[in-house]
């Protein structure tokens, strides 16, 4: 069986441990990576120079993608570029046109994709393969544009030969909401994401009383009742401080909680080796979000076998195990996000049993990438 995962930097530092693993195991893997120059810096990669052409090509033609020798088959690993940011530029189609002639040549059984092709894509459900897409998100965050990504889920739903959700909690939802039959779905589940803890292998551990909340700001994020939870926190713990790192505009007016001073608001771009040194100098991770599907912020913090607090709200309640991995607390509730937090800062022995637990089974056990790549090899198989 031939298998493409085709990808883009936005998911690369969940797709490429999993495309890794599948390789690891025999299995025969491309990974393709498309590329505009919006997203040569996300996640896990950073390119500081565009390639100035559009089409596919080894990755070699980008140096920085060097950083994965070693970690993945690099003669598998290939690049879709292209030059302009605009939809409906000749880079664009030219690019997309490239990419099905690079599939339909190659002759793959099975495409997988966590994009979801629209109108201007459509051809790659008919590239003479299965089409196996993971919705990551099956229903769009609270304030976010909703318009045109319900549509691009109901044509990959349609014209996927297969769906994967990466949570449980939604499928009943997902399969009325997008008229599919479950038959059509995987349930599986995201993997540490492993890229980041290679990164903070230099970086001396120093566990103060730090809250870390990092990630894409937007209002679903819940960041204002973390900020409201932290004034309760430091009347119980007085040096507790806060980090908040990510860009994205600020939904909230947020210059009262920092003339306090101990909150280190970065409101910008983070590059992964500062997230890296972030979660390991940090005690616990906070994801107070008001509605969520899954969360890689909560995989990221994991790969350096941090607990996490989140609100158990989506499918996050499937990521977390109480009291083994972390907390869950209920959505917009600052007094119960604050105690969760007081609770774990004080009690040193149950972070560092967490963190135990976390590496154990996200690294060898039932939630490791292993597992998780042989559900969607026994998926391909049924659908093909």
């Known amino acids: ?38 997203n040569l810096q996300y996640t896990i990669i950073d390119i500081k120079k565009e390639y100035p052409y559009t089409g596919v090509f080894p990755s070699s033609v980008y140096p920085e993608l060097k950083a994965f020798d070693g970690y993945i088959d690099m003669d598998k690993f290939f690049v879709a570029n292209r030059t302009s940011n605009k939809s409906y530029s000749l880079s664009y189609w030219k690019k997309t046109l490239s990419i099905y002639r690079f599939i339909r ?18 051809l790659f459900y008919f590239a003479g393969c299965k089409v196996i897409t993971t919705i990551h998100d099956p229903f769009p965050h609270t304030g976010e544009k909703n318009g045109t990504s ?26 009325s909401f997008y008229n599919v039959s479950s038959n059509k779905l995987c349930i599986n589940k995201l993997g540490v994401y492993e890229n980041i803890a290679l990164m903070a292998s230099d970086v001396i551990a120093d566990k103060k009383k730090n809250i870390l909340f990092f990630g894409r700001i937007s209002p679903y994020k819940g960041i204002e009742y973390l900020c409201e939870a932290m004034e309760i926190v430091r009347k119980e713990i007085p040096d507790a401080t806060l980090t908040i790192a990510g860009s994205g505009k600020l939904y909230f007016d947020i210059k009262p ?23 390991k100098q940090c005690a616990i991770c906070v994801c107070p979000y008001i509605d969520a599907t899954q ?45 969760a937090i007081i609770k774990l800062l004080k009690d040193p022995a149950k972070l560092d049993m967490m963190e135990a637990y976390i590496k154990e089974s996200y690294y060898k056990g039932k939630d490791s990438w292993a597992n998780i790549a042989e559900t969607y090899i026994d998926f391909y198989n049924r659908i093909i």
């Open 150 to 175: 319900i549509q691009n889920r109901k044509i990959a739903v349609r014209y996927s030969n297969g769906i994967t959700l990466l949570n449980n909690k939604q499928k009943d939802e997902f399969c």
């Open 1 to 38: 069986m031939k298998i493409l995962y085709l990808s883009t930097p936005s998911f690369a530092d969940c797709d490429i441990p999993l495309v890794r693993t599948m390789q690891a195991k025999g299995h025969d893997v491309t990974f393709l990576l498309m590329l505009a120059p919006h």
């Open 105 to 122: 040549r190659n002759k793959f059984d099975v495409i997988h994709t966590p994009c979801l092709f629209g109108l201007k894509r459509m």
């Open 295 to 339: 969360s890689g912020v909560i995989m990221t913090s994991f790969a350096l076998s941090k607990p996490v607090i989140a609100s158990n709200v989506g499918g996050l309640s499937e990521m977390i195990e109480e009291g083994k991995s972390g907390l869950l607390v209920e959505p917009q509730n600052p007094i119960e996000l604050a105690n």
């Open 257 to 279: 909680y920092l003339t306090k001073g101990y909150i280190d608001l970065q409101n910008r771009f983070i590059q992964t080796h500062e997230i890296a040194t972030m979660l």
